[in-house]
């Protein structure tokens, strides 16, 4: 019953995405305290994303997105990586 209050009212307030963005950011002492409130409500924990992350070119995000068996977004992320090198050519 205890922890189906504590789960409600982070549903409530809305802590429940930016506890799991928290827990996976690159901030190691936020992250592992979000990660102790996620599990503690009996939420799923993401991966904790490295610090290169922002560093990452379009071909390693695509190695990821297979990775993590993500692959019916690469399409997608090609078709838009696509698009935006035809816009900013355009506006050259």
Same mark, same amino acid.
């Given at each position: 019953?205890?922890?189906?209050?504590?789960?409600?009212?982070?549903?409530?307030?809305?802590?429940?995405?930016?506890?799991?963005?928290?827990?996976?950011?690159?901030? +190691? +002492?936020?992250?592992?305290?979000?990660? +102790?409130?996620?599990?503690?409500?009996?939420?799923?924990?993401?991966?904790?994303? &490295?610090?290169?992350?922002?560093? %990452?070119?379009?071909?390693?995000?695509?190695? %990821?997105?297979? +990775?993590?068996?993500?692959?019916?977004?690469?399409?997608?992320?090609?078709?838009?990586?696509?698009?935006? &090198?035809?816009?900013?050519?355009?506006?050259?």
């Amino acid at each position: 019953m205890r922890v189906y209050c504590a789960m409600q009212v982070f549903q409530d307030i809305g802590a429940i995405e930016p506890l799991k963005r928290l827990a996976s950011g690159v901030v +190691q +002492q936020a992250a592992r305290f979000a990660g +102790q409130a996620l599990r503690l409500i009996g939420e799923e924990v993401p991966l904790k994303l &490295s610090p290169q992350v922002p560093l %990452w070119t379009s071909h390693d995000v695509i190695r %990821w997105l297979h +990775q993590v068996n993500c692959t019916a977004d690469v399409p997608v992320l090609c078709g838009q990586l696509i698009a935006a &090198s035809l816009h900013c050519k355009a506006i050259r």
